[in-house]
């Protein structure tokens, strides 16, 4: 939308108030990016950066600048760094009490982790989120989060867990008036297709009937248990067991 991305720009360039000024830079930067205007975009992501540095910007605002970036690196497909960046972003974001920020972060780092088909990892940056979104009352943002983890779940071979979460995502958005499905059209679907490659119609359908019946709450808490039981990650520099 042509007068949102000008509201952004005009904050963005504003001196009153630099964390602002920079959360408004970094999303007209992302927003420019999105529109194909790379140029334009570095430029705002270099303004938001020259805030950060300067000081002044407040750590909230500094969670979500990390956070537009490692949404930018993803895009761009440099895995590697929007993964390094995140994880500053949520350490933030954790830090000054910015759940959103924090939460939307390892969104974005368990969908990365769903690129390459990771799914303990991916897993496991929902579960460091949900407590904490769900007992803020941020919907969205554990819904969000819940149908990601049924992709991971997915990719981890408990399709019928994966499809039981998907049952509990979609009455809750039903019922909310929010479809994560929907708003992330491209990789909500990706995720919906891991869910449904193992099962066949009756099987799916069964568990997502099951899980409409599902508290909230109660699909928070398989989706940590679940991660809780994954096999700890081998320490950086492990050997390699050899079959």
């Known amino acids: ?19 602002v000024a920079a959360v408004a830079a970094c999303y007209a930067g992302y927003f420019q990016a999105t529109f194909g205007q790379l140029g334009a975009a570095q430029a705002f992501f270099v303004r938001a950066q020259e805030l950060v540095a300067g000081g002044a910007v ?3 605002a500094i969670a979500e600048v990390l956070f537009s970036q490692g949404q930018l690196l993803r895009a761009q497909d440099q ?15 954790d830090a000054c009490g910015h759940v959103w920020a924090a939460g939307s972060a390892r969104y974005i780092t368990a969908k990365i982790h769903l690129d390459r088909r990771q799914g303990a990892p991916a897993l496991t940056a929902v579960a460091q989120a949900l407590p904490s979104t769900l007992d803020l009352g941020i919907h969205t943002s554990t819904l969000a989060l819940l ?9 981890l071979d408990r399709h019928v ?30 995720h919906r297709a891991l869910v449904r490659e193992a099962l066949t119609a009756d099987e799916l359908a069964e568990a997502t009937a099951r899980g409409r019946t599902l508290p909230p709450a109660e699909a928070v808490a398989r989706v940590i248990a ?9 320490p950086a520099g492990a050997p390699v067991a050899r079959g």
């Open 161 to 190: 867990e994966a499809a039981t979460l998907l049952g509990a995502v979609d009455a809750w958005g039903d019922r909310i008036g929010y479809h994560p499905a929907r708003m992330d059209p491209v990789d909500g679907e990706r």
């Open 79 to 93: 895995r590697g760094d929007a993964l390094a960046v995140l994880l500053r972003a949520a350490q933030v974001g």
């Open 147 to 155: 149908h990601v983890a049924a992709g991971a779940g997915a990719a």
């Open 1 to 19: 939308e042509p007068s949102f991305l000008a509201g952004l720009e005009r904050a963005a360039t504003q001196d009153e108030d630099p964390s």
């Open 58 to 60: 407040e750590p909230w």
């Open 226 to 234: 679940l991660a809780a039981s994954l096999p700890a990650p081998a």
